[in-house]
């Protein structure tokens, strides 16, 4: 047999594996199942680099060790095919996104088969494809025809809420809906007009159409969501961008908080992403009043977590976008306090939120009157307040709370103490106390106040106790052409759902991928986008779906994938369940974990699955960080000095491509034949060689550290880059990428290779039994890997893979019985070198057919001892006794022994001290 030619023998599994469909999966009740998953991928021009795979390694790894421990196993791939990238790209090509789409999809496949992913690629899905998004469709149909039955705390068909509307009108109805609905008969409802009623079920739908304060980028001609936006531009291209309200389809996931809380109680995640998601959703107890503008008809509500202090309020204010600042401005703060709002109102929240240091706002002119006491107060707008958050109105305490004190000290405003405590510096929050300068509620303890408060509200019909949630209804409308059209028709400007059999509702063609001249989104360049009816052709919805959309469900489409009449089969998935791991990123903790959550207990509602969390363990893999290197051009020439000269002379560092480098040194030709102006390039070497400085930073283009896998897998083999990637260090830690040490990866692999070949390259494989000392390294390292596999700890098996085989090489071991189970164990880390050598030891089935290996103790229990014998306090020699034999025998062995006769010198020993599995001591 030849070498290892990994490029050989990895195309040939890879082949071999997609003829036969080794990994398609099918439901198998005679076999536990379990369901690995990796977070769905966005389909980039750029194809993937080597931080990509890393979590995918991962996944693979568990996936390939759950196998062969007997487990029925369902590992897919697919793609977040709609993107604003590729749309981006349309709008400045001209060329339709789905071309686009295609060829990164075509790229981003090939390098993950190349990498050797035992991935199910028959169950492939793409949220861009129609069979896919028509379920998205559905899935959207069954939510605008739900409603959210507090009584019973579940979504309920919105069918039974007309029925109860036809029977008692909303009157006791305990259900989700819109704050300002308001009560009416079973006679009223009968009398309402279609429209009416329909106006009205929207107020309760759990996806309708309201006015609603967004992110509008008009450079890019869409809404973008809170994570697309940063100091006001958007993250792609940098374009302003500016809040207003639009009519937008939003979703109500705030129906869920509760459950979404407790839902987090009942799977395993890391307890930081748990709490991102418990602060996102940001449960709050308290109480709900309103103030009274003075001189006008308005009444300004509030949410707060402290009535307890109600005394202590010495301003209100308003967000910048609250619907009633412009009326609350008066003429002499015209000018200041409409600037002022023109620029707050278009800070991001995020920005808002997170700059604690800038204090700024402006007094509208006008008063509220505090119901309590009858004082009026001073209404502010204050950009600390947040539209999204609450009611968008403070009532500010200052004494009490640090962002109030701060503003109101730098406006000069009153600072009222109303909890006992000490103030010298700064507000005192009092989390418990008492009660002082307050009227009723003075010498109350904090929690007794707080219900006397509420009780006060309630009796005078100006409040009430009520639980609240930072988390607001999630937006559900883009202004692009790239994605999923929504299932809907206006008539007298109401939304209605399509015929379900009409699905999918297919992207028409537009003649350009932009909003047209007038502001409407692109879908309304399309000719007919119209749906008919027997009552006539009305106007369908011009906005598309989010990319969140497709990629809150596509877990359960992996299961059934080429299932067209449902998004999955019941039955399917119930036997696949949730997912047991999933591996992905951390920049995900809020928005798509919690949308796909919301999704999940939705469906679970209505019957269509029987899992309330998708995804039971999961796990954060860190970033794989770039490292960059550097030359040194000498100033106001061409002329490059190597990093150890640098000293000597005045120069500037630039970024060099990591690909024309090794081990620090570089490639001169390839430098000079990198770019034009270095075609002509000098340089001052140290013995012969340029050697690069380096600096660990973020993997990017403009630092030219992007490293491609494939370039890796050219030179070193896909299985040196899977080991490799996991050998950097813990997954979940963020970690540079050093190509400089690949080389012992690759060096062990030659090494595993050679134990089962001969010195001409044969295979050599020898029947005999193995000696105890085989055995002992074989079961060390069963024991090892499979608590590792257990707990994720990936880079310590690799470790221990190389220990074993340095081991086995010493004691030139050849054994069958030794080899074998170590090429299974290997088969989930280095899966191509082991399927070669599963083969070569005489197997004619895939090693994934094989079970792993059985660790036995009994191999790791020593017969032996190797006993240190001092002799009068220094150590003079080891001897290897066996474990079994008594104190007696133990000094008797050691007193017979040469080298200790030698160094006592015939004498009799006054003591000698033995104690067993551990040392003889001898003194003289």
Not at 622 to 647: A, E, H, P, T, W
């Amino acid at each position: 047999m030849a070498d290892y030619n990994p490029q050989v023998i990895e195309k040939k599994w890879q082949q071999y594996w997609e003829k036969n469909q080794i990994f398609n999966a099918k439901v198998d009740p005679s076999k536990p199942k379990f369901y690995s998953l990796d977070m769905f991928p966005y389909p980039s021009g750029a194809g993937l680099h080597v931080g990509h795979p890393l979590g995918y390694i991962a996944s693979d790894i568990v996936t390939r060790y759950k196998r062969l421990q007997g487990f029925n196993v369902l590992h897919p791939m697919g793609y977040d095919s709609f993107g604003l990238p590729a749309e981006q790209y349309a709008i400045q090509t001209g060329q339709h996104p789905a071309i686009t789409t295609e060829e990164n999809i075509k790229r981003y496949t090939e390098q993950l088969k190349n990498i050797g992913f035992a991935f199910d690629w028959d169950k492939e899905a793409r949220t861009s494809n129609p069979d896919y998004y028509k379920f998205t469709q559905w899935i959207f149909m069954q939510l605008f025809n739900s409603y959210y039955d507090k009584s019973e705390d579940k979504a309920k068909s919105i069918q039974s809420l007309i029925s109860k509307f036809e029977s008692n009108g909303n009157i006791g109805v305990d259900a989700v809906c819109d704050e300002e609905t308001k009560e009416f008969s079973a006679t009223d409802w009968a009398a309402f007009s279609e429209k009416e009623k329909q106006e009205i079920l929207l107020k309760y739908r759990l996806t309708y159409l309201a006015e609603t304060t967004v992110n509008w980028c008009a450079a890019l001609g869409t809404v973008l969501s809170n994570d697309e936006v940063k100091d006001g531009f958007s993250e792609r291209g940098g374009h302003p961008v500016e809040r207003k309200k639009m009519m937008q389809w939003s979703m109500r996931i705030t129906a869920y908080a509760d459950r979404l809380l407790k839902g987090l109680e009942t799977v395993d995640w890391n307890e930081p992403i748990k709490e991102m998601q418990r602060n996102w959703i940001g449960k709050s107890t308290g109480a709900e009043m309103v103030f009274q503008v003075k001189g006008q008809d308005k009444l300004i509500k509030v949410f707060t977590t402290r009535i307890d202090t109600i005394y202590g309020v010495t301003y209100l204010a308003l967000a910048p976008e609250h619907d009633y600042v412009k009326d609350l401005i008066t003429a002499d703060q015209k000018a200041t306090a409409e600037a002022y709002v023109e620029v707050a109102k278009n800070r991001s929240e995020r920005e808002r939120m997170s700059d604690v240091k800038t204090i700024s706002g402006a007094f509208t002119g006008s008063y509220a009157i505090n119901p309590f006491n009858g004082e009026e107060i001073q209404i502010w707008v204050a950009d600390y307040v947040l539209a999204g958050y609450g009611t968008g109105a403070v009532m500010a305490v200052p004494a009490h709370d640090e962002r109030d004190y701060n503003f109101a000290k730098h406006f000069g405003l009153e600072i009222r103490q109303v909890i006992e405590g000490s103030m010298e510096e700064g507000s005192f929050p009092g989390k418990g106390g008492t009660i002082m300068n307050s009227d009723f509620l003075s010498g109350l303890e904090m929690k007794d106040a707080m219900d006397k408060a509420i009780a006060f509200l309630e009796e005078n019909k100006i409040g009430k106790g009520k639980i609240q949630y930072r988390m607001r209804d999630a937006i559900f409308t883009r202004q692009r052409y790239w994605g999923e059209p929504l299932p809907v028709y206006f008539k007298e400007g109401l939304p209605y759902l399509i015929d379900e059999k009409d699905l999918p509702l297919v992207l028409p063609e537009v003649d350009k991928y932009l909003p047209t001249e007038d502001g409407e989104p692109p879908l309304a360049r399309a000719k007919d986008w119209n749906y008919s009816t027997e009552e006539g052709t009305f106007p369908l919805e011009r906005s598309t779906m989010p990319g969140w959309a497709g990629s809150s469900w596509y877990f359960f489409r992996y299961m059934d994938a080429k299932n067209t009449e449902k998004f999955v089969d019941p039955e399917v998935a119930k036997y696949w369940g949730a997912v047991d791991l999933y591996i992905g990123g951390a920049e995900h903790a809020t928005g798509h974990l919690l949308y796909s959550r919301f999704w999940t207990k939705f469906l679970f509602d209505i019957g269509a699955v029987d899992i309330q969390e998708p995804f039971q363990k999961m796990i954060n893999q860190g970033m794989i960080q770039g490292r960059s290197n550097f030359v040194y051009r000498i100033k106001g020439s061409n002329k490059f000095v190597s990093l150890g000269l640098k000293d000597q002379y005045e120069t500037s560092a630039m970024h060099v491509d990591v690909n024309i480098v090794y081990n620090d040194q570089l490639n001169l030709d390839k430098f000079k034949a990198w770019r034009p102006d270095l075609a002509d390039a000098e340089f001052i070497l140290e013995d012969g060689k340029y050697i690069c400085g380096a600096e660990v930073e973020k993997m990017s283009k403009s630092k030219y550290n992007v490293v491609n896998p494939d370039d890796i897998i050219e030179r070193y083999g896909a299985d040196t880059l899977r080991l490799y990637e996991m050998f950097l260090g813990p997954l979940e830690q963020f970690k540079p990428w050093n190509t400089n040490g690949i080389d012992g990866v690759s060096k062990f692999l030659k090494k595993l290779w050679k134990l089962y070949h001969d010195n001409n390259g044969n295979i050599s494989i020898s029947d005999d039994k193995p000696s105890a000392e085989e055995l002992k390294t074989l079961h060390k390292t069963i024991k090892k890997t499979q608590e590792d596999l257990e707990n994720y700890s990936f880079n310590t098996s690799v470790a221990s893979f190389m220990i074993c085989v340095n081991e086995l090489t010493a004691q030139k071991c050849n054994k069958r019985a030794i080899l074998e189970p170590l090429a299974v164990i290997v088969s989930s880390y280095a899966p191509h070198i082991a399927e070669e050598l599963w083969t070569l030891l005489g197997h004619k089935d895939s090693v994934i057919y094989a079970t792993f290996p059985e660790f036995k103790e009994e191999f790791l229990v020593e017969s032996n001892h190797e006993y240190p014998v001092s002799i009068n306090g220094k150590m003079r020699t080891k001897l290897t006794l066996s474990l079994a034999l008594s104190k007696e025998e133990i000094e008797k062995a050691a007193m017979s022994d040469d080298t200790v006769q030698k160094w006592v010198e015939g004498k009799t020993p006054k003591k000698v001290i033995v104690i067993p599995g551990k040392i003889v001591n001898i003194v003289v």
